[in-house]
């Protein structure tokens, strides 16, 4: 879910030394780990230098190995730079957009592949009440605050530790009062690829003060390969018979309304440009699909299937389970061809999609909504796994 209207933050990008590139060739870097592989292109978590912020903070990029699956992590933002998997034939390509270096990643407003915070989606107004107290935050959406401000966790230098043979925790304490959010709070996030290269995402969070959360990832992928085109030939499956429809600024008007006779319906699964350019107010308001979809297994506490994407081109296939009771399908639409990812291509509208797993849009002001508060004593816990395959 990207806009076209957002506010840029304020880093600039002049003094920025970035070094590293493609997940496959990166460059020397001055900083780096050590890594051991084994026999199926396993290994442990290494490290190497992907840039300096304007502040001369190094940002590391982390990569994992195993069941097939590679991985690229950012220490800015949480960032997946890249993901590899292999299509029916046992070609391996990254699947997801980004930038081969870190300058870009601090003036778009694209969120690729960032971890996002305090509150991922929309806000109205920019503001929300929590018991009898009314808080406010800067809009960098049109009228409403988008994925936790215009300096949100995507915008953060984050602790990464190795803490397993594939697994990387992520960690930033989150002061009371930043972006405007009550609390302060103390995330945990792992990055874990599985024996079968499933990627999943652990999220864990405490506060001392009453406040909002909602976590997701902005992963964008393309399961031909990052900047080979179009997604709309990808086949979408979302395990959801209702949806939450939008007003002009792309926040829900509270209706849980069906998806049935509308393109909002991928309960069967269908192409993803079937029905994108049908005559239908909702894709108006966000030049093709950027919606929040409502889980028919509603809020789980172990991850259960939420949707399957597929592309006939490669065979890559993948599964998206999660414990959240929605996903935002978000069709890229907003890519348009200003930037120009990894491999050196220029992004253009769907020529990527997210599935971010969440609570719903705007939550704090809508009571009818599944609650987003977390109080003090209480942990925030949410995971989403993906994984795939090729046929």
């Known amino acids: 879910m990207s806009p076209d209207r957002r506010t840029v933050f304020a880093s600039a990008a002049a003094g920025v030394a970035a070094t590293a590139t493609g997940l496959t060739a990166p460059a ?22 992907f840039g300096h912020l304007p502040d001369g903070s190094r940002v590391d990029r982390w990569t994992l190995a195993r069941g097939g699956t590679r991985l690229a992590v950012l220490g800015y933002g949480g960032i997946v730079q890249a993901l590899e998997i292999p299509d029916r034939r046992g070609r391996t390509v990254n699947v997801s957009l980004g930038f081969a270096t870190l300058a870009p990643y601090l003036t778009a407003t694209t969120y690729f592949g960032a971890l996002i915070g305090r509150y991922g989606n929309r806000i109205a107004g920019g503001r929300f009440t929590l018991d009898g107290t009314e808080h406010r935050l800067p809009v960098n959406d049109g009228p409403n605050s988008l994925h936790g401000g215009d300096a949100g966790f995507d915008k953060r230098l984050w602790e990464i530790t190795p803490t397993g043979p594939a697994t990387l925790t992520l960690h930033r304490t989150s002061p009371d009062g930043e972006m405007g959010y009550p609390g ?6 792992t990055y ?8 999943r995402i652990d999220y864990a969070a405490t506060t001392d003060a009453p406040t909002v959360v909602n976590l997701t990832n902005h992963t964008y992928f393309n399961l031909s390969g990052e900047g080979t085109g ?3 030939d990808h086949r979408l499956e979302i395990a959801a018979s209702r949806y939450t429809p939008v007003d002009a600024t792309l926040i829900p008007t509270g209706e849980l309304a069906t998806v049935s006779g509308t ?6 699964g269908k192409p993803i440009g079937q029905d994108i350019r049908r005559d239908h107010p909702q894709l108006g308001h966000g030049k093709g699909f950027d919606h929040n979809l409502v889980l028919d297994k509603g809020l789980t506490v172990r991850p259960r299937h939420a949707a399957t994407l597929h592309d006939p081109a490669s065979g890559r296939t993948m599964t998206v389970a999660t ?30 999609l997210c599935l971010e797993t969440q609570h719903f849009p705007d939550s704090p002001n809508q009571p009818d909504f599944p609650s987003t508060v977390l109080r003090p004593g209480t942990t925030y816990r949410s995971t989403t ?7």
């Open 192 to 199: 874990t690829l599985t024996d079968a290269g499933d990627f």
């Open 263 to 268: 393109p909002f319906d991928f309960r069967r």
């Open 323 to 352: 414990t959240e009771p929605g996903v935002q399908f978000y069709s890229g639409n907003f890519l348009d061809g200003a930037l120009n990812g990894t491999t050196g291509n220029a992004y253009r509208q769907s020529d990527g």
């Open 385 to 391: 796994v993906h994984s795939f395959a090729a046929r």
């Open 28 to 49: 020397a870097a001055a900083h780096t780990s050590s890594a051991t592989t084994g026999d199926r292109g396993d290994a442990r978590p290494r490290s190497e230098t």
């Open 230 to 232: 179009s997604i709309l």
């Open 184 to 189: 302060t709070l103390d995330v945990t996030v």
